[in-house]
């Protein structure tokens, strides 16, 4: 609104910065907006911020980087997802069952409860 009562925008470095910052706030609140009405990230907005991803430096095996970044983008084969594809109509959410304990397959179920994945967690998550 100044920018355009002035007619000018002073010292343009200045003005570029607080425009670029503004720009940016907007995007994020956006962001976040979305991310609390999305009915596919409901694991993502756990642990979701605006910023780069250490993980993605420290593990320096790509399979492992992929693997971990599809699980935190909901970009997996687990039923939880999987039931959104099925046509005409999907699966309901409460629905997509895991195939051995019938219960819930989501991020949970599989990275802590499942016995069908109880071999990988024991190879990459240490116990406590």
Avoid at 7 to 30: C, H, M, S, W, Y
Avoid at 48 to 69: D, G, M, P, T
């Amino acid at each position: 609104m100044e920018v355009w009562l002035a007619q000018g925008v002073g010292n343009i470095e200045t003005f570029l910065k607080a425009f670029k910052l503004r720009l940016k706030d907007i995007f994020v609140q956006d962001w976040h907006s979305r991310l609390e009405t999305s009915t596919r990230a409901r694991c993502y907005i756990t642990f979701a911020n605006f910023q780069y991803q250490h993980y993605l430096k420290v593990l320096n095996i790509e399979k492992c980087r992929i693997s971990l970044s599809k699980l935190r983008l909901s970009a997996h084969r687990l039923e939880v997802e999987m039931g959104r594809w099925v046509r005409p109509n999907k699966i309901p959410y409460n629905d997509r069952k895991c195939k051995l304990c019938n219960r819930l397959e989501d991020e949970f179920h599989f990275l802590l409860e499942c016995p069908l994945y109880s071999d990988l967690r024991k190879q990459y998550i240490k116990p406590y």
